[in-house]
């Protein structure tokens, strides 16, 4: 494997593609804390600055940007990202160069990265997390799944967070006769389920890159004039600090950290957000009913809308065709309904899988 430092300084680096990547590594660092591990954070944006805010204890480094924007429509997203890709294997270059420098002034012992592709070393095990063995994108899902798999590939161990029964993630994460070497870790959530009373009616939660958030901001907006039941909106705008705002029946905030949303989904009727597979594993976790507004254009999301519903647990809207009646249709489907059983990952085993005996926890 190479060098291997002595201390178990340990780099988790989460990509800046709204806030899911960021999201999911929280229970990852604190597992790590409470193993006796040293968590280094490495990431941009909003993504660095909500762990900054989850954990300001720790030491951070910014990376460099992908600068992966959205189009309006979301139509042409993958011929924007193919017309972008010379700018992101530069970023990616880049970041390589960074993460090289941090290695070496923080004698890192272990890198694990969420799809960040320039975050590795071939000096200390290089983790990829990921629930996208597939990158499905229409009629360049196979090219897009080639490569995606080839970056896969440059790593030591691919974790796929979610469970080898009732799986969540569907054909994303379904691969046979691979040479990677993949371990299903289980369902990664910063949350935990507590039966507590409800105390609104709808929890609006919007996340994900730009211009496509501030697209529904306004349009679930203009739905709400209609609507007279009690509702939290929480706008996914990270700040220097929480903004709250009362009009009617509607609470606004910009924005809440884990344990301040957690309490919110707990005590909210029904949950309305994008589709991403982070939200999709929180609402699992806290056993919520939910309505999916996939963000437009990404493949991704649509699919993991489209599997949940036709296993009928959660209803889905296009964004243009939604409609603040449409939630009425909730009362057809299950919601999550997991119970806690098969959420919990075993972190000690696999950071002694993926580390080796250098960090052997006793």
């Known amino acids: ?64 940007s992908y600068n992966i924007k959205y189009t309006k429509d979301g139509k042409n997203l993958k011929y924007r990202l193919l017309f972008n890709s010379l700018r992101i294997i530069k970023s990616v270059k880049n970041e390589k160069i960074v993460i ?9 012992s272990g890198i694990i990265s969420d799809n960040r592709f320039g975050v590795r070393s071939n000096k200390i095990p290089s ?78 939660m919007l996340s994900g890159p730009e211009p496509q958030r501030s697209i529904l901001e306004t349009k679930l907006f203009k739905e709400l004039e209609n609507y007279n039941k009690k509702v939290l909106f929480v706008r996914g705008i990270i700040s220097d600090k929480q903004e709250k705002s009362q009009t009617k029946n509607i ?39 939910a309505f999916f507004i996939p963000t437009p254009g990404q493949f991704e999301q649509n699919y993991l809308a489209s599997y949940l519903e036709q296993k009928k647990m959660i209803p889905y809207s296009k964004q243009k065709e939604f409609t603040i009646k449409m939630l009425e249709n909730i009362k057809d489907y299950s919601g999550f309904t997991n119970n806690n059983k098969t959420n919990k990952v075993d972190f000690k085993t696999l950071f002694n899988q993926s580390f080796g005996e250098h960090f052997l926890i006793k």
Not at 100 to 108: G, L, N, T
């Open 251 to 289: 609470t606004i905030v910009n924005f809440m950290l884990q344990d301040e949303l957690e309490l919110a989904i707990n005590e909210s009727e029904l949950v309305l957000a994008r589709s991403g597979y982070s939200t999709i594993m929180d609402l699992d976790k806290l056993n919520a009913k």
């Open 100 to 108: 090289d420098k941090i290695i070496e002034k923080e004698r890192i």
């Open 127 to 204: 983790i990829y997390i990921t629930h996208q063995l597939h990158v499905f994108s229409g009629w360049t899902t196979f090219l897009t799944t080639r490569l995606h798999q080839n970056i896969i590939s440059k790593f030591d161990f691919c974790w796929i967070p979610d469970r080898n029964i009732n799986c969540l993630s569907g054909k994303l994460s379904n691969i046979e006769h691979s040479k990677l070497d993949i371990k299903y870790i289980g369902l990664l959530s910063r949350f935990t389920y507590q039966k507590v009373s409800k105390k609104q009616d709808l929890l609006i």
């Open 1 to 64: 494997m190479g060098l291997i430092y002595e201390n178990k300084k340990i780099l988790v680096s989460p990509l800046n593609w709204g806030l899911g990547h960021a999201t999911r590594c929280i229970p990852i660092i604190n597992a790590l804390i409470e193993e006796g591990f040293i968590p280094v954070i490495a990431s941009d944006g909003m993504a660095l600055i909500l762990l900054q805010k989850e954990f300001p204890q720790l030491k951070y480094y910014e990376l460099p």
